[in-house]
């Protein structure tokens, strides 16, 4: 990276974008939502209109597979929101996908960094189908307070063809 904190440079962003420095088990993860977001998309997924009428999300039930699919990484970072017991990883990936909003997804990371991990959360993963600007804006005072804390808090945008990192402000009002 670029020795100014408020300058990228080309080579920055395409390497925050080509995934180089994310653990494996971090892609892992991501190529397991991304397998569950192209079935989702695909013509075999039909949604029932009863389902949509009755106000179900009708991600909801497929989310307990996806969530089954991933469990395996509970070895490497707490996962949210299927954590069992209490959190005991450094890394915690913030699954928020289908259903589950990026502005909960949002919460869950503040909620689980700074209340309930203690000392012991050094990295915070959301992996999320969604970037909203406004949902991201009105966390971004939480952004920077769990970076003076020295959690490190990465974004990653997924979709059934790709991923990529979105590098996100540390809310000192520098553009990156």
């Avoid at 989702?40 to 597979?65: F, K, M, N, Q, R």
């Avoid at 939480?142 to 804390?149: P, Y």
Wanted: net charge negative; hydrophobic share 45%; charged share 20%.
């Amino acid at each position: 990276m670029s020795d100014s904190r408020d300058l990228w440079m080309v080579g920055d962003l395409l390497d925050a974008m080509s995934g180089s420095n994310v653990p494996s088990y971090v892609t892992m993860v991501i190529q397991e939502i991304q397998t569950w977001l192209m079935s989702v998309v695909s013509a075999d997924y039909i949604v029932d209109s009863a389902d949509v009428a009755s106000g179900e999300h009708p991600l909801s039930a497929d989310l307990d597979y996806l969530f089954s699919r991933v469990e395996w990484a509970g070895s490497y970072a707490d996962i949210l929101p299927i954590l069992k017991g209490a959190p005991k990883m450094e890394d915690v990936l913030i699954l928020s996908v289908g259903p589950i909003i990026l502005d909960e997804g949002l919460r869950m990371m503040v909620d689980h960094t700074a209340l309930f991990a203690g000392d012991v959360c050094k990295r915070a993963w959301v992996i999320s189908d969604t970037w909203v600007i406004g949902d991201v804006f009105s966390y971004v005072p939480h952004l920077s307070a769990l970076r003076k804390r020295g959690i490190e808090t990465r974004f990653m945008l997924v979709t059934p063809w790709s991923y990529c990192e979105i590098p996100w402000n540390d809310a000192t009002g520098e553009r990156k």
